[in-house]
């Protein structure tokens, strides 16, 4: 154990060496200078591997028509973020920094199945455990779906609390929106629904249309009167209903 | 939060600026393009494969640049860009999906050591370019995160701050990571070294180049 240990010193010291070695050598590169430093201390296998490396690994510079194609690209996409902002309106748009609809667009969405992608770009997680990652990915760039408590019900806490995660409320305020016009809609199609129904025939359906057709003819007549000045006189008018129980209440030799 | 805020993060006029208007991103676009490419290219090993990765890692940072917030671990350098070490995570996370998606692991491409030599020196080009295949060579045959330190401090010129950063692991493991990629280089080198030497006597010398 005690071996051990002193071997794990060991090698950070010698790491440490190693570090500040390099740390020289390519700060030498930086400032152009000709010489390069001599660490005693630094294996010089090591030396000659990190000047090789310094030197023979090269540095790419991607194409000037992909540079400028990408450029096109985040331009088009930044433009669009800012009509996304504005059409959100901008007191909304500087409490909540909602995850742009940039993020939504499939490309991108599927990447967002990465946890810790998500997590880096402060959006919801979007792992499946049904392996559905694109379209898990677009649900999670939704800020409609996205959830207060998801992040902090998932096992992915180095990511989570991680100081580099972009932190902020997560956006709920479009919900209520749309769930009221889910809502308006199911009720559109409720309403035309029962339209196109046929009246329905069972008895309590009948008396309830002849209740409705007695009161309206009530109505009707109560207008008439009023307007000929006789509404202070006549007594109530006998609706088709009650005609009905009169009638039948004759036959059983019933008074009316 | 467990992390402090940078005081001098070198990003933090041009991150502001793009926060609050996304056409301003185009600074740090410009300025970080060829850091990512060339880490996706070095981890790919294939320009179309480096230049698509490089197109999502900057959408989709500038798709969470609105939520991105400027702090640094308790061990990142007082010079360490928030905002770059925040680039390279998105990167790193999008090269591991490339890979996820692609299954499989390219070959190394020789094309990169191209132009190391004056195009006039015939033969000096060749040994070059042999010499540069075998770091090359020697640097994709190190493990994962090995040789995500070696890319990032060699090419991509970042402290050992960042690189903990961006492979979240603490800077003492950084520096053991990058000690113990450098043995293993060294290693490797020595062994080509000697095959050349025994193929073409001289070649391998530092001091015949």
Redesign the interface.
């Known amino acids: 154990m005690i071996l051990q240990s002193a071997n794990l010193e060991a090698i950070e010291v010698e790491a440490l060496q190693t570090d500040r070695y390099l740390e020289a050598l390519l700060a030498a590169v930086e400032r152009r200078a000709a010489d390069v430093p001599a660490d005693a201390t630094v294996d010089p296998t090591l030396r000659r591997a990190a000047r090789r490396l310094r030197d023979e690994l090269v540095r790419t510079h991607p194409s000037f028509r992909f540079e400028e194609r990408l450029a096109r690209r985040l331009a088009d996409a930044a433009v669009r973020m800012r009509l996304a902002t504005a059409a959100g309106g901008e007191a909304e748009a500087a409490l909540i920094p909602f995850p742009t609809p940039l993020l939504a667009d499939p490309m991108l969405a599927a990447e967002l199945a990465n946890p810790e992608l998500a997590a880096l770009l402060g959006v919801r997680e979007a792992a499946s455990p049904t392996g559905v990652e694109g379209a898990a990915g677009v649900m999670a760039a939704d800020p409609v779906v996205a959830s207060p408590t998801t992040a902090a019900s998932t096992p992915r806490s180095d990511a989570l609390t991680s100081p580099l995660r972009p932190a902020g409320p997560r956006p709920l305020l479009v919900g209520g929106a749309v769930t009221s016009a889910a809502l308006s809609l199911a009720g559109a199609a409720f309403v035309a629904w029962r339209l196109t129904r046929g009246a329905p025939a069972d008895p309590m359906a009948r008396a309830v249309r002849a209740a409705r057709a007695a009161r309206e003819a009530a109505t009707a007549t109560t207008t008439r009167l009023t307007a000929a000045g006789l509404s202070a006189t006549v007594g109530p008018v006998p609706t088709r209903a009650g005609v009905h129980t009169l009638n039948a209440n004759l036959r059983r030799g019933r008074p009316a | ?3 402090r805020v940078v005081a001098l993060d070198p990003d933090r006029t041009l991150v502001r600026a793009a926060q609050a ?3 301003q ?2 600074p740090l ?2 300025k970080y ?2 850091q990512v ?2 880490l996706a ?2 981890e790919l090993g294939d ?1 179309h494969e ?2 698509d990765v ?3 890692t ?3 940072a ?3 640049l ?4 400027e ?3 308790e061990d990142a350098g007082p010079e360490a860009s ?1 905002f770059r ?2 680039l390279f ?2 990167a790193r ?2 090269i ?2 490339d890979r996820r998606t692609q299954r499989r692991r390219p070959t190394a491409a020789l094309e ?2 191209a ?2 030599a004056a195009p006039d020196d015939v033969e000096g080009g060749a040994i ?1 370019r042999s ?2 295949s075998a ?2 060579a020697a ?1 994709r045959r190190l493990p994962g995160d090995r040789r995500r330190a ?2 990032l ?3 991509n ?1 970042l402290s ?1 701050g960042e690189i903990a ?1 961006i492979l ?1 692991r603490s800077e ?1 493991a950084v ?2 990571l ?3 990629a ?2 293993t ?3 490797e ?2 062994h080509d070294d000697d095959h050349a030497r025994s193929g073409r006597p001289g070649a391998g010398d ?1 001091g015949a180049r």
């Open positions: 939060m467990s992390g208007d996304p056409l991103f185009d676009y410009r393009l060829a490419y060339n290219y070095h320009h480096a230049e490089t197109e999502r900057f959408l989709l500038l798709g969470g609105p939520r991105f917030q702090a640094a671990p928030t070490v925040w995570r998105i996370n999008v591991a999906n990169a050591a132009g190391v070059a010499e540069a770091a090359w640097v070696v890319v401090r060699f090419v010129d050992t950063g979240e003492g520096r053991v990058l000690h113990r450098l043995r280089v060294a290693r080198l020595s530092p």
